[in-house]
């Protein structure tokens, strides 16, 4: 079975901190995704990736970063938290393939406080 | 662009009831459609697939059928159980290798 493995299931940091959530896939994916869930809005894309060193923006990359050094591991970074990134934040991959499924791992409970 | 709509929730059933939750999509060609679920405090999990059109996809007693004359692929379950209670995730390929999201039903099963 794919597995996709968020290091955090629940983090609370202060306004200001810089914040790092870890992924990673053990299915030699080459797409990862970090996505951003909030209640009414849906899940939204905040970066992406199809290979390594190689990154894309999605449809919010403000106020984050990413990272992409090795294959199977994908890093979300805020590089100031702010108390509107509170959310659970999920991390997905896939293989390079159209219609392909994409697998997600278990979430990240993020509140900036 | 491509695009899916979902059903508005939030939809509360009693247990062994009928379930349908509508979806419906806008897309270039015959995408695959996809069902993904996600249950209280966890991440997405892929429910079913289908991948050309009149395909069925089922999995875990839910079905849905890809209908190309009506661009629907509406989730159906004959008789839902309390363990479904969930939030159910009408999606198609996007942009960008990536999936695009319905807006979620949220499923709520009484005993």
């Known amino acids: 079975d794919v597995k996709v493995t968020q290091s955090s299931r629940y983090l609370v940091k202060r306004t200001g901190e810089k914040v790092f959530l870890e992924c990673v896939q053990d299915?030699?994916?080459?797409?990862m995704f970090w996505y951003r869930q909030d209640p009414g809005l849906g899940l939204r894309l905040i970066y992406f990736s199809y290979d390594v060193k190689m990154k894309e923006k999605g449809d919010i990359p403000e106020g984050y970063s990413v990272s992409r050094e090795k294959k199977e591991r994908f890093s979300l970074i805020l590089e100031s938290a702010s108390t509107n990134q509170t959310s659970m934040y999920l991390c997905?991959?896939?293989?390079?393939?159209?219609?392909?499924?994409?697998?997600f791992g278990e979430g990240s409970w993020l509140t900036v406080v | 662009g491509d695009s899916v709509t979902q059903m508005e929730g939030p939809v509360t059933l009693s247990e062994e009831a009928f379930l349908t939750i509508n979806c419906t999509y806008t897309?270039?060609?015959?995408?695959?459609l996809f069902w993904y679920v996600q249950y209280p405090g966890e991440g997405l999990q892929l429910l079913l697939k289908a991948t050309k059109a009149d395909d069925k996809g089922s999995n875990k007693g839910f079905e849905a059928t890809y209908r190309k004359e009506t661009t629907s692929f509406h989730l159906e379950k004959g008789s839902v159980q309390v363990s479904d209670s969930a939030v159910y995730f009408c999606?198609?390929?996007?942009?960008?290798?990536?999936?695009?999201f319905g807006s979620g039903t949220q499923l709520t099963v009484l005993p």
């Open positions: 997905a991959s896939s293989l390079d393939s159209p219609g392909n499924t994409i697998y």
């Open positions: 299915m030699d994916h080459e797409n």
């Open positions: 897309a270039t060609g015959y995408p695959s």
């Open positions: 999606a198609l390929p996007g942009s960008a290798r990536q999936l695009t």
